[in-house]
């Protein structure tokens, strides 16, 4: 069966430090892959997706980066944080015949 | 372009009573339509999914949905709450490239006993 993991759980970071959240998919291969954010009290914001290796579209211009170096591997990367990337991240994959998305557990980053 | 807009940002029951979370649809081609549960600090969990096969779906937790082309609606529903049912509910309808979902803003159910 396939699984998706998300590290680390939590993350404090100062502003202007750098970040980078990994995401990976098992049990599937060549998958579609998503990186969403949640700020507090608000929905799901695609930040970026994947349809292949190295190939990245970017949903919202912003801070943030992604890069996807392996068939199974999401990098979600940040030369300098600013307050507002605070929030939960969420990674997801989809390879199924009607697209729905399985969410891995989440990333928790606070920026102080 | 797709559009979800999920009625209610809160919404409150007794344990026991029908659960009706509204969401209504936007879309420029046959949609799928897809109904996910957050708890606290967790990811999204699929409820239940329609797929241009039956409008009536059942999904996990005894939840349902009911796809309604000329209300352009997807409610879910639960006939009787549990405590257990307290989380974020998030309904999503595929984007135009079908590789894409477009999610509410969510509505966090709250159960009391």
């Known amino acids: 069966s396939q699984t998706i993991h998300q590290w680390p759980a939590t993350l404090v970071q100062p502003v202007g430090s750098p970040l980078s959240l990994e995401c990976t998919v098992e049990?599937?291969?060549?998958?579609?892959l998503y990186w969403y954010r949640q700020a507090a009290g608000r929905g799901l914001q695609l930040l970026f997706y994947s349809v292949g290796i190295g190939q990245i579209s970017s949903e919202v211009p912003q801070n943030l980066s992604a890069s996807r170096p392996q068939d199974r591997q999401f990098i979600l990367s940040s030369k300098k944080l600013l307050l507002s990337d605070s929030g939960f991240y969420l990674c997801?994959?989809?390879?199924?015949?009607?697209?729905?998305?399985?969410f891995g557990p989440g990333t928790r980053l606070t920026v102080l | 372009a797709q559009s979800v807009t999920q009625l209610g940002s809160h919404v409150s029951v007794s344990e026991g009573a029908l659960v009706l979370l509204r969401c209504n649809y936007s879309s420029s081609v046959p949609p799928y339509l897809f109904w996910y549960v957050q708890y606290p600090n967790q990811g999204l969990q699929l409820l239940l999914k329609?797929?241009?096969?039956?409008?009536l779906v059942k999904g996990i937790n005894g939840f349902e949905a009911e796809f309604k082309k000329s209300e352009t609606s997807f409610h879910l529903t639960k006939p009787s709450a549990h405590m257990s049912d307290a989380a974020e509910y998030f309904c999503?309808?595929?984007?135009?490239?079908?590789?894409?979902?477009?999610f509410g803003a969510g509505t966090r159910l709250a159960v009391h006993p």
């Open positions: 999503a309808v595929t984007g135009s490239g079908y590789n894409k979902l477009i």
């Open positions: 049990g599937t291969s060549n998958p579609n």
């Open positions: 329609y797929t241009s096969a039956a409008t």
């Open positions: 997801a994959w989809n390879g199924g015949s009607v697209n729905e998305q399985f």
